[in-house]
């Protein structure tokens, strides 16, 4: 099956400064790649998708790109603010979802 | 809209006995999957369904089981309840027919605890 590999665990950065978080998957098949935020509390929360057509992705300060040769996929966050604290999962799609292990994002202001 | 919907929000319970949960999904939405996520795992799938069928199933064992009714809410139960149970089990659902399809909405979960 599927295996989703997410790094770093943790990530601290500074108000303003850029985050990156990688994600590795193993199924070449896998064709579908979103990215979830998940606050103290609640559900996990849709941030950004990527399909396997596509290389990269921009939604505002978000941003997902792409390497199917490589089987890797990197979420990225510009001019990140405190509200951006949260954990992030990255996934993976073949027969089901295949989550990596989250981040911890924190963001000092 | 409204969306994904989980009841309860916290349960308690001890060990050996069972728990049902319940999940109302988005309108509209056909599709609903199962997770659990705990501290030492993650998240982990634990099955779809579309049109009250059982379309996946993730690797748990059979004190698992779910179901979908024909207006698509579904329920999950854990018989002979274990310590290790304790998590938050976590509902989402879909418009498409499958988890590979659509993007998949979660709701804020149900947190079991297992005494």
Known sequence: GENVEQHPSTLSVQEGDSAVIKCTYSDSASNYFPWYKQELGKGPQLIIDIRSNVGEKKDQRIAVTLNKTAKHFSLHITETQPEDSAVYFCAAILNDMRFGAGTRLTVKP | ?115
Not at chain 2, 5 to 16: A, D, E, S
Not at chain 2, 41 to 69: A, D, H, I, M, V
Request: aromatic content about 12%; overall charge positive; proline content about 4%.
């Open chain 2, 1 to 115: 809209k409204a969306g994904v919907t989980q009841t309860p929000r916290y349960l308690i319970k001890t060990r050996g006995q069972q728990v049902t949960l319940s999940c109302s999904p988005i309108s509209g939405h056909r599709s609903v999957s199962w997770y659990q996520q705990t501290p030492g795992q993650g998240l982990q799938f634990l099955f779809e369904y579309f049109s009250e069928t059982q379309r996946n199933k993730g690797n748990f064992p059979g004190r698992f089981s779910g179901r979908q009714f024909s207006n698509s809410r579904s329920e999950m139960n854990v018989s002979t309840l274990e310590l290790g149970d304790s998590a938050l089990y976590l509902c989402a659902s879909s418009a498409g027919t499958s988890v590979r399809q659509e993007t998949q909405y979660f709701g804020p979960g149900t947190r079991l605890l297992v005494l």
